[in-house]
């Protein structure tokens, strides 16, 4: 017997295409209405749920709307599929804005809803109720000066369920505020101003009280949880909880030694306490345990306060990542705001701690002291990889990029990549972080990807880790984590083509990616094959017609310029015989660290490869899954090993 009519809707193959609610705020009164598809591509998209519906609400609403949608793989229950979309508009810059946030919530949600749009004005701050309908709960007095740790006990205690909180800084218009989940350890979603979007409405928090959706248990939940138990990548996260990042960082000279290490040792301090989505086999949060809370840690904005920053120590980052937390700011934007400020008036590295969280507490009182927008704030997160320049650059999430940078573009495998990118070719120089060629494709596909995957609202970093680790194909993901009846005979180029109509839609509501001036030469030719895939919006009314025009159009430019850029060749001398040094700072091959190789002649990267998984056969999947780096550069299976080098061993995915 069926556990409720969303399991018919679901094993019947497909959304119901009735689930995408306009909520309109008119002083206290709230007016609902379903909304209905204007034209048969609108209906496909409504159809496929989450964040693709939630792409037709924020076309069809006002403005100033916040959708909120939750996919097919969430409405299923697919393991570790927790993810909320969020749609809205920078409210100080007026760009379109898109997030994921974790957590129940997107499963207590997706009980009755695909995707809620909420528009309008309330007239007094209030908590948004999602108990069957929609209602409207007001603040108790005081509420705006409260913290987020304060605000989130009184909702909890009044409502219970799951949900999302503004902060002070949203009350004090600081158009970088964030929302932050309501239990710990805490997560935040909206760089780009989703709190400040909701604060503008007298929105001060979402909270869903519905029962969480029951887990479909059938074959492609089953498929899911043994593909991720089978990647090495994603046991490295496991291990690593995001920190793994460091590794490939400093492999790629982007990231000292030492800071690096001191970087993952707060691996250790955590590792006894994890936490991920439900029912994930490969959890990836780490928990630190604070005198003053259960607190969530991920590399991306530790290392960026840390080091931004200059800290004394890295726990340092920590207490800032609170410090911001607190007041609901998103850190990593914090970070650049306080180091041009670090810049106007130096401050003793021993003071900084203390200083941060005065110069935070100032914002909230005089919220100009903060500054205006930055300009290019995402471009200035990126390394010196130019597929994660190009990827930063051009993303139609706005602020907030995707959520997997292009990770084909940090594969070892050359074949892996060639596989995943086909039919489009894979050109000479594509897998150099510092070659210019073939990034506007890798980056395409994979920004159509990572949308597609919104959509579905399974977690983006577990599908890239199945794909690059060979675990999968494209159209055995797309299998598992997209509606049966949504894509048709190839799964796998529907996903793709999916992911490119929201491209589509999202370049529709602002202007794309253009040349400027000042771009060097490498940015002018990755961005010129970007557009020439993502081609003009209407193609996407069909998205199938769309990919295969995109492919079309890429393939004749390929033809037109072959032979006319010969490859760049690294001159590298074959020496007869010689010592390497591992170096594997991560926890997936800590037992290789510092261990040296005698090589003979001809010998290679590969050679290198084969003989440390010969010596540890536990860790030979990981070995053939890692990809060696040299002096910040990645090194080809075939490259002769040189004598006295280092090689870093690297297994991480993009992002965190």
């Known amino acids: 017997m069926e556990r409720d009519a969303r399991a018919a809707i679901l094993r019947a193959g497909g959304m119901s295409g009735q689930r995408a609610l306009v909520v309109k705020l008119r002083g206290q009164r709230l007016v609902h209405a379903w909304h209905a598809a204007q034209a048969p591509w609108e209906e496909r998209l409504l159809r496929f749920g989450g964040a693709a519906a939630g792409r037709i609400l924020a076309a069809r609403c006002s403005e100033d709307a916040v959708v909120l949608a939750a996919g097919d793989a969430v409405a299923r229950g697919l393991p570790g599929a927790e993810r909320t979309s969020f749609l809205w508009r920078d409210p100080a810059t007026g760009r379109p804005q898109q997030a994921q946030g974790g957590g129940l919530f997107a499963r207590r949600f997706a009980r009755h809803h695909d995707a809620l749009a909420i528009e309008g004005r309330l007239d007094q701050p209030s908590v948004l109720v999602l108990d069957g309908g929609v209602d409207a709960l007001p603040t108790p007095p005081g509420f705006a000066a409260w913290s987020v740790s304060a605000r989130a006990q009184w909702i909890v205690d009044e409502l219970g369920g799951d949900g999302w909180t503004t902060g002070p800084a949203a ?49 492609r939940f089953r498929d899911w949880i043994a593909a991720c138990r089978a990647s090495p990548r994603l046991a490295a996260r496991a291990l690593g909880g995001t920190f793994e990042a460091a590794d490939a960082a400093q492999a790629r000279g982007e990231l000292p030694l030492d800071e690096a290490r001191a970087l993952l040792a707060l691996v250790d301090e955590a590792r006894a306490a994890r936490h991920g989505c439900a029912g994930c086999p490969t959890p990836c949060g780490l928990v630190f345990d604070r005198p003053h809370a259960r607190q969530g840690g991920r590399y991306g904005a530790v290392h960026l306060l840390a080091s931004r920053l200059v800290l004394d120590a890295e726990v340092d980052g920590l207490d800032a990542l609170r410090a911001c937390d607190e007041l609901g700011l998103d850190a990593k934007e914090a970070a650049l705001r306080l180091e041009a400020r670090l810049a106007e008036a130096p401050v003793e590295r021993s003071a900084r701690a203390s200083w941060i969280a005065r110069e935070l507490a100032a914002w909230i009182e005089h919220p100009r002291r903060a500054g205006g ?37 940090d594969l070892a495998s050359e074949g892996r990549v060639a596989e995943l990118l086909a039919p489009l070719e894979l050109p000479a120089g594509a897998l150099d972080p510092r070659d210019p060629r073939g990034k506007g494709r890798i980056v395409w596909w994979c920004e159509n990807l990572a949308l597609a995957l919104d959509a579905t609202g399974a977690c983006a970093f577990s599908a890239a880790g199945l794909l690059a680790d060979g675990i999968v194909d494209l159209d055995d993901l797309a299998r598992m984590v997209a509606p049966r009846a949504a894509l048709g005979a190839a799964p796998g180029r529907g996903l793709l083509a999916l992911g490119g109509a929201l491209a589509a839609m999202a370049r529709l509501a602002a202007r794309g990616p253009r040349s400027r001036a000042e771009d060097a030469p490498e940015e002018r030719v990755m961005l010129e094959e970007y557009r020439r895939l993502r081609g003009e919006g209407l193609d996407w009314l069909d998205p199938e017609w769309g990919l295969e025009m995109a492919w079309r159009r890429q393939a004749e430019h390929d033809e037109v310029e072959s032979g006319g850029v010969a490859p760049r060749l690294v001159d590298v001398p074959r020496p007869t015989h010689g010592v390497v040094r591992v170096r594997a700072l991560g926890a997936s091959f800590a037992g290789l660290d510092g261990t040296s190789w005698n090589f003979g002649e001809g010998d290679t990267a590969q050679a290198l490869i084969e003989h440390l998984a010969g010596s540890s056969p536990a860790l030979k999947t990981q070995l053939e899954s890692a990809s060696l780096w040299s002096g910040g550069r990645r090194v080809p299976p075939g490259e002769a090993l040189r004598h006295g080098a280092n090689y870093d061993l690297v297994l991480a995915l993009s992002g965190g």
């Open 171 to 219: 009350d004090a218009g600081l158009h970088f505020a964030t929302l932050m989940s309501l239990r710990e350890p805490r997560g935040s979603v909206g760089r780009g101003g989703l709190g400040a979007a909701l604060a503008r409405a007298n929105v001060a928090a979402i909270v869903a009280r519905d029962a969480p959706i029951e887990p479909l248990v059938d074959e």
């Open 373 to 409: 927008p930055l300009e290019r704030v995402v471009e200035r997160l990126a390394g010196g990889s130019l597929a994660t320049r190009l990827a930063l650059r051009v993303s139609t999430r706005g602020s907030d990029p995707m959520r997997v940078q292009p990770f084909l573009a």
